[in-house]
């Protein structure tokens, strides 16, 4: 274990050290919040309600997907994408820890700072807006469970994605395919409530719903019970089965490994 917690120490030292572009990139989804907070703001001004969703759910909704958003930015992301274009990844392969795991635990160095500035943009949040809507009992603690399981599952849906530069040469277009997916189908831009029926079933049972839907809508109190149980036990099991995917896809994508070195 001691080698996984210095991947996940140096990370959380990288982080600190180029603070800027990290906070940075957390400043862009603290912009989504701001923006979205704007628009739902009017449009359900006067105590109006669309799809079941009114201003108070809402904003409880948009805090939580600002949240789920701000966790696992795309700081390992581009590092890792980074050394397998360059073949740096063969020094990686040849250290005696699991490369799958090391990565993960080099995201969950980042996430504490993560945690501190969504504390704080929450703050200023209930400060200037006062509290929103917040569950009771039972479902607040599985809100935390389904918080918590974001973790490993918007790591390993970026893991997966980040494999794909074993065959292309370029990231970025990668990046923007899974950010516009992500956002769409996690719920993190509408409520998957919106949607039309049958994508709303198809988005609700995916694990994109796991990133930012389910969380929110336990937190709001939109599904509670055994409904909440069971898409937090969704979320769990699209995280355990991605994994393994991941795992097997990793061991294809060797094979794709070329490395020139003099």
């Not at 704080?120 to 599985?142: I, M, N």
Request: hydrophobic share 60%.
């Amino acid at each position: 274990m001691k080698p996984y917690l210095a991947f996940a120490r140096a990370t959380a030292l990288s982080a600190l050290a180029y603070r800027g572009s990290f906070l940075l990139s957390l400043g862009g989804v603290a912009f989504q919040l701001i923006a979205l907070l704007a628009v739902w703001r009017v449009l359900l001004a006067g105590g109006a309600s669309v799809g079941g969703f009114d201003w108070a759910h809402m904003r409880g909704y948009l805090l939580v997907a600002f949240a789920a958003g701000a966790l696992v930015g795309s700081f390992v992301d581009f590092r890792m994408s980074s050394r397998i274009r360059s073949g740096l990844i063969a020094l990686d392969l040849v250290k005696p820890v699991d490369y799958q795991r090391a990565r993960f635990w080099e995201t969950v160095g980042g996430v504490w700072i993560e945690i501190a500035v969504v504390a704080l943009v929450a703050g200023l949040a209930v400060v200037f807006g006062g509290l929103p809507v917040t569950p009771d009992g039972p479902e607040l603690a599985l809100f935390l469970c389904s918080m918590a399981l974001v973790v490993p599952l918007k790591f390993i849906v970026s893991y997966l994605t980040t494999l794909a530069c074993f065959w292309t040469e370029n990231f970025v277009g990668v990046l923007w395919a899974r950010q516009a997916v992500t956002a769409l189908l996690s719920g993190a831009l509408v409520p998957l409530a919106y949607f039309p029926g049958w994508l709303a079933t198809a988005a609700t049972w995916s694990p994109f719903a796991g990133l930012t839907s389910t969380p929110a809508l336990i937190f709001i109190g939109r599904v509670s019970g055994r409904e909440a149980l069971l898409l937090v036990a969704v979320q769990l099991g699209w995280a355990v089965v991605l994994w393994y995917a991941a795992r097997a896809l990793f061991r294809t994508a060797l094979r794709q490994l070329t490395v020139h070195g003099g």
